[in-house]
């Protein structure tokens, strides 16, 4: 059915619900059943409004194969975000170890020079320092980070309820993306303090379980957790922007899309992956120069061993740095978030199609469902225009 809220439309076989198990459809009896009868796991938030190929304009919350998202589904959206994750970033661990190294010392001169000597100095695979913590604490990264972004932007969005959800869309993807990537972090910064140890001192250990147990030994928890603060101070801002950015710039697409009389309901998968990929590359950018300065102060932090407080590490770095010092390795850093934002979407959008959780879009003739608070009614329109 075809269900409309005002100017939201959303195509659904079954009734649209809320986090609220508000049901928007008409009831075959009183009670917690929908239109057809199917019982609405009350735990998991369900879609607020899906794309609507009348709108032209991507949904606040993506209509799935499962439109009441369940335990499953977010398992698969979280499987997606672990993978892609975990690709792009040890992909793009030789940049990382040029950044990081730029970051860490005055003796490099540009990214080019920073790459010759490193393999110069230290052999071609000093440039894949740290793969190992990469590729597990991403994984894990990815898995909390994309799992619960999709749980809390519908939570959130079903708190605020259709009309205002359309109108504060932005805002909700900005919490989403924070209120996700907290829990994510607790998840990664052990493993990130491992990876930006062997990088900044290859000689501290051979492989992970060596460092980390060496760091564990040496430094205790604390020292696994120094650069928890900045860590969030860079990736929360980081991935608000990056999911935000990523969002408006897909709705912008396929608005011009929709406006040269291309729905996206017509559009093939791999034109959508290919909007996913360049709505990434602009995300990353903007997100890399948001979270630029705390990503070098992490850096400085777990150079070393934290003397005091982090937090008074965290402002004894910023001021010795300065303005300058905070942005540097920003062009290297640009280049190789841009590119794993945009990686990052173009996989995990190309996964939910392979695993049934991507936006569903169908252009049969089904009845309209209008619903209000107060009321609902279902018509069946005559030929109406995708």
């Avoid at 379980?209 to 040496?218: I, V």
């Avoid at 430094?219 to 991935?239: C, V, W």
């Avoid at 936006?359 to 608070?373: N, S």
Wanted: glycine share 10%; net charge positive; aromatic share 10%.
């Amino acid at each position: 059915m075809l269900v409309r809220f005002g100017q939201l439309v959303a195509w659904s076989q079954t009734p649209l619900l809320t986090p609220m198990n508000h049901e928007y459809a008409p009831l075959k009896d009183e009670g917690s059943r929908g239109f057809h009868g199917h019982r609405r796991p009350s735990s998991l938030p369900g879609a607020v409004f899906g794309n609507g190929p009348l709108t032209g304009r991507p949904a606040l919350v993506a209509l799935s194969a499962d439109e009441n998202p369940t335990l499953v589904t977010y398992l698969k959206f979280a499987l997606a975000g672990a993978i892609c994750c975990s690709a792009t970033h040890s992909a793009a661990v030789p940049i990382d170890v040029i950044k990081t190294r730029l970051q860490l010392s005055d003796k490099y001169h540009g990214i080019s020079h920073a790459a010759r000597t490193i393999v110069k100095e230290e052999g071609a695979l000093a440039l894949l320092t740290g793969l190992s913590p990469t590729a597990v604490g991403y994984f894990l990264q990815g898995w909390f980070k994309f799992g619960l972004y999709e749980y809390f932007k519908r939570l959130y969005g079903g708190l605020a309820g259709p009309e205002r959800a359309e109108k504060a869309r932005f805002g909700i993807w900005l919490a989403a993306g924070g209120t996700a990537e907290f829990f994510a972090d607790l998840a990664l910064c052990p493993l990130e303090a491992t990876r930006i140890r062997l990088v900044s001192q290859p000689s501290f250990a051979n492989s992970l379980p060596e460092a980390f147990s060496k760091l564990l030994t040496q430094e205790g928890f604390r020292g696994l957790y120094a650069g928890l603060f900045p860590i969030l101070l860079k990736q929360i801002p980081y991935t608000m922007a990056k999911f935000a950015v990523f969002e408006t710039a897909s709705e912008l697409i396929y608005q011009a899309l929709e406006s040269a009389g291309k729905s996206k309901a017509d559009l093939r998968d791999s034109t959508k992956l290919l909007i996913s990929l360049n709505s990434g590359i602009f995300a990353g950018i903007c997100a890399a120069i948001v979270s630029q300065p705390a990503d070098t102060v992490l850096s400085v932090i777990n150079k070393t061993k934290v003397t005091g407080s982090v937090a008074e590490a965290t402002l004894r770095i910023i001021r010795e740095l300065g303005t300058r010092g905070l942005f540097r390795g920003l062009g290297a850093r640009a280049i190789m978030v841009g590119s794993l934002t945009a990686g990052q979407f173009f996989i995990y959008d190309g996964l939910k199609q392979l695993l049934g959780v991507a936006p569903v879009h169908k252009k049969e003739q089904m009845p309209l469902v209008t619903a209000t608070a107060s009321s609902s009614s279902v018509t069946a329109p005559a030929q109406q225009s995708q």
